[in-house]
């Protein structure tokens, strides 16, 4: 069987007015399998969003593929669900409407709202968007309240379940819990990592945190600042303690080996 996603020899190279072009990524080969967790860091510039983006459809390549399901797919589809830094709620709707808003936009035009069917199938976006909700720890009553009425945390929710409405096979996360304080941080990771195992969607969590990527992935990929991948290993399942985080000694033999492949100042992230 084909890897879900694959990329495929990818380069990015972005043309700098006046100055040599500035080379993001390189010769980037990459398979990830249906219902991996991957947990992608680096420093700042290696590209990490950019493989995303790439990943998304929102950008395309310089050199190589990017291949979903052995198909190049240029362009955003609901199969491939998006949660940035930053919430991606509109200000001016209800918690229930932003995360409705998606499938009503993709399922039908303005006219068509006008319809029988539209206000039956509304009907049935709402009853998904309160599971969902639940889901994620939020209450019946938070459905109608707007985004400035609630905490980074409860937002970064909203903006999960905004993504998982569309029931993507793939979830692309970009440095999505960074903005949090530790403690709700810490919840959300609990969260996260409860809904892959739940539902089996394929995840890709980009953060520059390795205690974090370790935490939540089953794989951790590093990369480097114009050098690509320079680590990609599994995280054992067997060696994580009753509180999912992996013991002592397997996280510095983690570590070890980021040290190793030459990423010291991600290790010097851990505490």
């Known amino acids: ?155 970064q929710r909203v903006a999960i379940a905004q993504a998982l409405v569309m029931r993507p096979k793939i979830l692309l996360m970009d440095e999505a819990f960074s903005a949090l304080d530790p403690a709700t941080r810490s919840g959300m990771q609990r969260l996260l990592r409860t809904l892959w195992a739940e539902s089996g969607t394929t995840i890709l969590f980009v953060t520059h945190n390795l205690n974090e990527a370790i935490y939540l992935g089953t794989r951790v990929v590093v990369l480097g600042p114009g050098q690509g991948i320079v680590s990609d290993f599994r995280v054992p399942s067997d060696c994580r303690a009753e509180s999912g985080y992996p013991r002592r000694e397997e996280l510095e033999r983690m570590v070890r080996m980021v040290e190793e492949a030459g990423e010291p100042q991600l290790a010097g992230s851990l505490s």
Do not use: W
């Open 1 to 155: 069987m084909s890897a879900l996603i694959r990329l495929d020899k990818v380069g990015v190279t972005y043309p700098v007015h006046g100055h040599a072009s500035k080379v993001v990524l390189s010769e980037l080969d990459l398979q990830i399998e249906r219902g991996e967790f991957v947990a992608v860091c680096g420093q700042t510039g290696c590209g990490k969003s950019t493989m995303l983006r790439l990943i998304l459809g929102a950008e395309r390549p310089t050199e190589g593929r990017v291949l979903i399901e052995g198909e190049e797919l240029p362009r955003p589809d609901r199969h491939r669900g998006y949660v940035p830094q930053k919430y991606s709620l509109f200000p001016d709707k209800t918690v229930i409407d932003n995360i409705t808003f998606g499938p009503e936009m993709e399922e039908f035009s303005i006219f068509g709202r006008l319809t029988p069917k539209f206000f039956r199938r509304r009907a049935e976006l709402r009853e998904t968007a309160h599971g969902l909700m639940k889901q994620m720890g939020l209450d019946a009553p938070d459905a109608h309240k707007y985004p400035d009425q609630l905490s980074g945390g409860m937002q």
